[in-house]
């Protein structure tokens, strides 16, 4: 009889899914904690992996029917739409610990003078962020001749199809402040088209490609006893991972800053093996690899969990269970749009070609000697560029230089622009999975066709497809024509084995990619020493070096920075209301007094 009981207590698990999914209430300010931590008891978790001989044909078939009856498509459905709609932005999950870290030395004053290094995402965002705070003398210095560094974005060959270089993706439960800002500065050119479901090959002479969904459920269904059991109960036994996934998540991250980094003391793999998700091993390689963030035998837990938090696995959930909404979206007219508008807005001022020789900081001002030899004096600076770069012109104190020499850049990112004859396929983006392996550095990992996501109906009256390809490699290399030959070759033989013809090469961007600390840096807390250091020296550093490397990452860390304004102007706010509060009861007293003699006077 043991299977019967095994039957129905898959059943009430799968209803309870439900149960628990639709007492779920919208705006509790944990959603995804409460849902998970109902349905997900030792003992429930122990009934997913009965051995074989516990499962007979028939009790297979019972299985099956109680799976069936248990959970109907429609409330799935249900269950993880309110789970979506519930969910709480990741600034409230990671970025308050670092926030609490804050304690400035000094903060800018409205009337400083400003110098932010560097015009990227984190540059520009910041000074349009001190430009809506009231700053008026905020410039941003720039060594290229171009905005938005690594947001990079060309309209050749097909005009009306932006191919991002860079910057590509957004992801619905984050990107908070990008929309916000579009939406403050009225950028009518802001739109995000939802990007289809990405494909996955096994290898580049796969011939058949599955969804990336079919590809997560085939690894899980491989596992006994999934195998045997509807793809939709697979479906729900990853997602089951991924809500346990979650809340484990969001357990870590609510711990103080440095129980984080010491429980996150290994590599990503290591950490998903240690805390039983080898399950979601592929989902999570492929995540964190093919978006060049490095392989998760070696990238640094911290660094892993920090890129697939709760935000994007929820994207993977929503898809995976069918939902209506996608994982991310790209922008329909370019990234580098968006920056552009921004410094077009008349709210900020760049200096171009600007190059820094020797910055000189003390307690009371900034002075920016340019390689021409011209003297700049400011209030107050922000470093943008990459923190180890910086200290090429930085006058760093051994503190600083401790935490600078701490970071690594070894890795690199490669996006080439590539034609091809026309293919019929209407994949718009497909991945290799054999590429996640770290011994296949430089190999193929990604191609995407943007033309077939902006424009899906029409992709078949084209001659030839243009598409970006992207390519890692974690070792350290020079940038030599050497190096950019070998890697194009890679390419080439990459691309033709997976079936693309007559191939042509028109761009390619070897990206740094990206600065970050080693285990042993963050094991001295380095990131946290830079935290405790901002507004020192009249200083703050920010950009992706500083924590991590996404446009959606570098504004949450300006926002946590200029965070101290607003604090510092309600303290300040306090104090004048409790200047003010202490003169308003004499004034009332006095007008009380002057009352009282009146009604005496009309009294008498
Ligand atoms: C291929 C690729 C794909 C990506 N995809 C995404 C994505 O889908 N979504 C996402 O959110 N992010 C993505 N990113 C990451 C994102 O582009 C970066 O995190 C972001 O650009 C970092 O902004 P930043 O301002 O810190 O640095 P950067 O973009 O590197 O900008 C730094 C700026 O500082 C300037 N600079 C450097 N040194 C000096 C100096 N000494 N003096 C003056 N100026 C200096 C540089 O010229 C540059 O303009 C991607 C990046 C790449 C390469």
């Known amino acids: 009889m043991k299977y019967v009981s095994i039957t129905l207590s898959i059943a009430c698990l799968l209803a309870s899914t439900c149960d628990a999914g639709a007492a779920f209430v919208v705006s509790s300010p944990q959603p995804s904690t409460q849902t998970t931590s109902s349905f997900l008891g030792k003992k429930d978790s122990a009934l997913l992996t009965p051995t074989t001989s516990q499962i007979s044909k028939t009790s297979l078939f019972m299985v099956r029917k109680g799976v069936e009856k248990g959970l109907e498509l429609k409330k799935k459905q249900e269950v993880l739409k309110k789970l979506n709609e519930g969910y709480v932005p990741s600034k409230a999950q990671r ?12 903060t800018p004053q409205v009337t400083d003078k400003i110098a932010i290094v560097g015009a990227g995402p984190a540059g520009l965002h910041m000074a349009f962020k001190l430009n809506e705070l009231g700053f008026q003398h905020v410039t941003v210095l720039e060594k290229d001749v171009r905005i938005a560094g690594k947001s990079f974005t060309e309209y050749i060959y097909e005009k009306e199809v932006p191919q991002e270089f860079g910057t590509c993706y957004t992801i619905p439960y984050k990107y908070q402040e990008l929309r916000r800002i579009a ?8 739109e995000e088209i939802p990007v289809p479901e990405r494909h996955v090959y096994a290898d580049y002479t796969d011939k058949e490609p599955i969804t990336q969904t079919e590809w997560l459920i085939s690894s899980k269904k491989k596992k006994f006893p999934f195998r045997l ?8 036994a990853v997602a089951v991972d991924m809500l346990r996934f979650i809340r484990k998540h969001d357990s870590l991250f609510a711990k103080p800053i440095n129980d984080i980094i010491s429980a996150t003391n290994m590599d990503l793999k290591a950490w998903l093996i240690k805390n039983g998700f080898d399950d979601l091993i592929p989902v999570i390689s492929l995540a964190n690899t093919v978006q060049g963030y490095g392989y998760i035998d070696h ?22 269970l069918r939902m209506v909404k996608q994982p991310a979206s790209i922008l329909r007219n370019g990234f580098v749009q968006y920056w552009e508008w921004i410094y077009n807005s008349g709210r900020i001022n760049v200096k171009e070609g600007f190059e820094i020789s020797k910055m000189e900081r003390s307690d009371d001002r900034v002075v920016i000697t340019t390689k021409d030899g011209h003297k700049y004096d400011y209030d107050f600076c922000v470093i943008t560029c990459n923190l180890k770069d910086a200290l090429q012109f930085l006058d760093a104190r051994p503190e600083e230089k401790e935490i600078f020499d701490g970071l690594q850049d070894r890795s690199n990112l490669i996006t080439t622009l590539f034609s091809c004859q026309h293919s019929t396929d209407p994949v718009a983006i497909s991945s290799w ?11 193929l990992m990604t191609v995407r066709n943007s033309a077939k996501i902006f424009f899906p109906e029409d992709v078949g009256t084209r001659d030839r497809d243009f598409l970006i ?3 890692y490699v974690e ?10 030959q070998e890697l194009e070759a890679t390419l080439l033989n990459d691309l033709k084995a997976a079936g693309f013809q007559d191939i042509e090469i028109h761009e390619q961007k070897v990206w740094p990619y990206f600065q970050r600390w080693t285990q042993e840096g963050l094991n001295k807390g380095l990131p946290v020493k830079l935290m405790r250091r901002q507004g020192g020296l009249r200083t703050w550093f920010a950009g992706a070096s500083t ?3 996404s446009v959606h990452d570098c504004m949450e860390y300006n926002l946590a920075l200029t965070s101290t304004i607003d604090k510092q102007r309600s303290e300040n706010g306090r104090f004048m209301r409790s200047v003010a509060t202490a003169v308003t009861p004499q004034e009332t007293s006095a007008t009380e007094s002057v009352n009282e003699e009146k009604i005496r006077v009309e009294k008498r």
């Not at 939406?183 to 802001?190: C, K, L, S």
């Not at 837990?301 to 929503?318: R, T």
């Not at 070792?475 to 190096?483: A, C, D, G, L």
């Open 95 to 106: 970025f308050n610990k670092w926030e609490e870290l804050l304690d400035p030395e000094y």
């Open 183 to 190: 939406a403050a500065t009225g950028n009518v050119f802001f």
């Open 229 to 236: 059991l509807p793809d939709f109960a697979s479906e729900i």
């Open 299 to 320: 990238v640094p837990a911290l660094y892993g969990l920090w890129w697939n938090a709760p935000a994007e696995i929820e994207g993977f959930l929503a898809t995976k």
């Open 433 to 443: 999975t054999t590429s996640l392996d770290p011994q296949k550095q430089a190999r």
């Open 469 to 471: 390809s992207y390519q």
């Open 475 to 484: 070792e350290s290399r020079p940038n030599t024509t050497e190096y950019r």
């Open 547 to 549: 924590l991590f490397e």
